[in-house]
Each structure stands twice: as structure tokens, then as C-alpha cells.
């Protein structure tokens, strides 16, 4: 089974560390792209008139979708397209991960137009155990999604990582 995993002090140290501030941009095209890529079929996601009739400043980011981060070569990651520095990072050293899952509560309407300011940080870190894996750390991360034109917090998401030591590994 997995060895003892230890929350070190400078593992717990990066809890409440916050990310630095990126943009995340909602655009017309993104929002039909993304709309069409899980198959929605309202008119809201892809014809602006549609939207405005129901109540949307413009097409309204479809459940889940929270705009796409502004990429700057030298300063994005190649892979995700957030910043490469100051990220907060938890060194555990285990090669096992899965995800355990991301909710996401939304306070205000985002559409199409909008530009998000994203900080994310590692907000908990827990060990558990699991019959199948034995011990896990259990990384708790939270993003906050802020509207730059008014500046009112529109979505917070809180996502799990677990990661552990993979069978037949020390």
C-alpha cells in the first residue's frame, strides 16, 4: 500500500498563496464555440438578438465555461495558457493524480464582452485513505472570477486534485 504522506511545512505554506491576476476573455466566438462543442441548441449562445431578447446584456457563457485566458508568449503556460510564475504550487512528489471534481457558484450574469480577472490559490490540503489507492493528499484549489468592467465577483470554483503513490512504486 502507499507510503505515510506528510503535510509539510512548506506544503502548508502555500495555502492561501494567491496566483497573480489573469485575464480571461468572453468573446462572441468563444461563446458559440464552446456552446456548440457540448451540442446546445439555444438560440441565446449564438445569436446576439436571441439573447437580448431574454434578458442578456450579449450572448450569455454557456454553464461551465469561463472565458479563455489571454496567451503572452514567455509568460503562458504552452498547456493551459494561465501565467508560468508565481503560481502557487503544492511538491509532493506523488506521480498518481486524479481529478476529484470542480464546482462552480456564480453570482452575476457573464457574457459575451466580458473580461474576467482570475486568481486562483490552493485554499486546503488533507490526507485520506482509500482502500483501493491507500493514502492520498487531497488538494483543495480555489479560482475566483472577477468582472473587470465592474469589478463584481461573477463565479468562484473549488476543485480537488487527489494525488498518491501508484501501486508498485516506493
Same mark, same amino acid.
Given at each position: 500500500? &502507499?507510503?505515510?504522506?506528510v503535510?509539510?511545512?512548506?506544503?502548508?505554506?502555500?495555502?492561501?498563496?494567491?496566483?497573480?491576476?489573469?485575464?480571461?476573455?468572453v *468573446?462572441t466566438?468563444s461563446?458559440?464555440m464552446?456552446?456548440r462543442?457540448?451540442?446546445y441548441?439555444d438560440?441565446?449562445?449564438?445569436?446576439?438578438d436571441a439573447?437580448?431578447?431574454?434578458?442578456?446584456? #450579449?450572448?450569455?457563457?454557456?454553464?461551465?465555461y469561463?472565458?479563455?485566458?489571454?496567451?503572452?508568449?514567455?509568460?503562458?503556460s504552452d498547456?493551459? #495558457?494561465?501565467?508560468?510564475?508565481?503560481?502557487?504550487?503544492?511538491?509532493?512528489?506523488l506521480?498518481?493524480?486524479?481529478?476529484g471534481?470542480t464546482?462552480?457558484?456564480?453570482?452575476?450574469?457573464?457574457?459575451?464582452?466580458?473580461?474576467?480577472v482570475v486568481?486562483?490559490?490552493? &485554499?486546503?490540503?488533507?490526507?485520506?485513505? #482509500?482502500?483501493?489507492?491507500?493514502k492520498?493528499?487531497?488538494?483543495? #484549489?480555489?479560482?475566483t472570477? *472577477?468582472?473587470q468592467?465592474?469589478?463584481?465577483l461573477? &463565479?468562484?470554483?473549488? &476543485?480537488?486534485?487527489?494525488?498518491?503513490?501508484?501501486?508498485g512504486?516506493?
Amino acid at each position: 500500500m &502507499a507510503q505515510e504522506i506528510v503535510i509539510t511545512d512548506e506544503m502548508k505554506a502555500q495555502i492561501g498563496k494567491e496566483s497573480p491576476p489573469w485575464i480571461h476573455e468572453v *468573446t462572441t466566438t468563444s461563446v458559440r464555440m464552446f456552446a456548440r462543442g457540448v451540442g446546445y441548441t439555444d438560440p441565446v449562445y449564438f445569436d446576439v438578438d436571441a439573447a437580448r431578447k431574454a434578458g442578456y446584456r #450579449s450572448l450569455p457563457a454557456p454553464p461551465t465555461y469561463l472565458g479563455t485566458p489571454v496567451f503572452i508568449p514567455g509568460r503562458s503556460s504552452d498547456t493551459f #495558457s494561465g501565467p508560468t510564475e508565481g503560481q502557487p504550487s503544492v511538491k509532493h512528489g506523488l506521480p498518481g493524480l486524479l481529478d476529484g471534481g470542480t464546482e462552480t457558484e456564480y453570482f452575476d450574469q457573464i457574457c459575451a464582452g466580458d473580461n474576467l480577472v482570475v486568481v486562483s490559490k490552493v &485554499a486546503g490540503l488533507d490526507v485520506r485513505e #482509500s482502500k483501493g489507492l491507500g493514502k492520498m493528499l487531497i488538494t483543495t #484549489s480555489e479560482t475566483t472570477y *472577477t468582472n473587470q468592467q465592474t469589478g463584481k465577483l461573477v &463565479a468562484r470554483q473549488r &476543485a480537488q486534485a487527489t494525488s498518491y503513490q501508484e501501486r508498485g512504486t516506493t
